[in-house]
Nanobody, 125 residues
Framework: QVQLVESGGGLVQAGGSLRLSCAAS????????MGWFRQAPGKEREFVAA????????LYADSVKGRFTISRDNAKNTVYLQMNSLKPEDTAVYYC??????????????????WGQGTQVTVSS
């Protein structure tokens, strides 16, 4: 069983920055493909970014490309999402997800076996 705990959300003005963290349990974090997703009120959960188990493959949604950066620190069992130039439309609950079997990092949320509880990000205009 893998447990994921997100942190770092909050309220920020448009143009500001936040860094989300997702701490994972387990001794094999280095084998996990990791993803970030978000869900705004009344909308479906959508892909934001993903990183493969090796860190060699990274994907971004078009809406965040150039503004967000996903990274991982295997020594800390943590994946990060650095969010810059935030916009009001980035407001959502952000979730991290894990694919524990040498995951390649996918856009498809159904590829992930474990999910965190989410952290709220609110961007004011």
């Amino acid at each position: 069983q893998v447990q994921l705990v997100e942190s770092g959300g909050g309220l920020v003005q448009a143009g500001g920055s936040l860094r989300l963290s997702c701490a994972a349990s387990g001794r094999t974090f280095s084998r996990y493909g990791m993803g970030w997703f978000r869900q705004a009120p009344g909308k479906e959960r959508e892909f934001v970014a993903a990183i493969s188990w090796s860190g060699g493959s990274i994907l971004y949604a078009d809406s965040v490309k150039g503004r967000f950066t996903i990274s991982r620190d295997n020594a800390k069992n943590t994946v990060y999402l650095q969010m810059n130039s935030l916009k009001p439309e980035d407001t959502a609950v952000y979730y991290c997800a894990a694919d524990p079997n040498y995951g390649l990092g996918y856009r498809d949320l159904y590829k992930y076996d474990y999910w965190g509880q989410g952290t709220q990000v609110t961007v004011s205009s």
